[in-house]
């Protein structure tokens, strides 16, 4: 059963929730505020598969609550609020944020959600390498949901691992902002080109790729993004 930790002020959003995520094999804990949740998440982040965070928090700001969570743990996130225009949609995504679902959905939705992003748990640990594809330095591993480049583990989202498999995968090919939207798993909310580029920005970031000079993701001005890499 995978267990989620949700951080919600509102008591019926969070009773319904709980009930209807318990019948799809996922337990919920909530806490309505941001000190008493992220204090059960620095007692047991190891015991926690996802966060589930709202914006509008009594004594926070859902996204400095996003931003420290990120910088602290790897444990991937799940975005739900209301406020749900596109600035807080690209910051959410920026400061560490694997998905934004906007209030009210359908809790299916989420559910859909959550098990796209769950497979992310931390992999920085892992050291074997069976099972490994090699190519210009890098190495993927998809049954592990790893990316390694020159043996050091890259800690990608979930989002970010998915877009970069894309590419990856479609090497020396032009893929569409389009088709990434509608491949990215993660990106299944009203995803906007400008998240595209977020992501982009910041899987070059962790892979060391000067996005002035890209060595790896090139954008293909008017089409979307080439993944190049050095066979040799």
Do not use: H, W
């Not at 995520?21 to 909530?30: A, D, R, S």
């Not at 996003?66 to 799940?78: A, D, E, G, R, T």
């Not at 975005?79 to 944020?97: C, F, K, M, N």
């Not at 998240?195 to 996005?211: A, E, F, Y």
């Amino acid at each position: 059963m995978a267990k989620v930790i949700m951080i919600e002020d509102d008591k019926e959003i969070a009773e319904l929730l709980k009930e209807y995520l318990y019948k799809f094999n996922i337990e919920l804990v909530n806490f309505e505020t941001a000190e008493s949740g992220l204090k059960v998440l620095k007692e047991s982040a190891g015991g926690f598969d996802l966060l589930i965070l709202d914006l509008t928090l009594p004594d926070a700001d859902g996204l400095e609550v996003c931003k420290s969570v990120s910088q602290l743990y790897s444990l991937p996130i799940i975005i739900s609020s209301a406020r749900g225009d596109y600035s807080d949609i690209v910051t959410g995504l920026e400061i560490g944020a694997d998905d934004y679902v906007a209030k009210p959905y359908n809790p299916r939705e989420l559910v859909a959600r959550i098990r796209a992003v769950a497979r992310r748990k931390t992999r920085d640990n892992y050291t074997g390498d069976s099972g490994g594809n090699k190519n210009g330095g890098f190495e993927v591993e998809e049954n592990k949901m790893l990316i390694k480049k020159n043996g050091k583990a890259v800690d990608l989202t979930s989002a970010e691992y998915e877009l970069f498999l894309l590419l990856y995968k479609n090497k020396g090919n032009v893929i569409t902002r389009d088709y990434i939207l509608e491949n990215i798993k993660t990106m299944s909310y009203e995803s906007i080109d400008r998240t595209v580029d977020v992501l982009i920005g910041r899987i070059r970031k962790k892979i060391g790729d000067d996005p002035r000079n890209p060595k790896y993701i090139k954008s293909i001005r008017g089409y979307g993004y080439k993944f190049y890499v050095d066979e040799n």
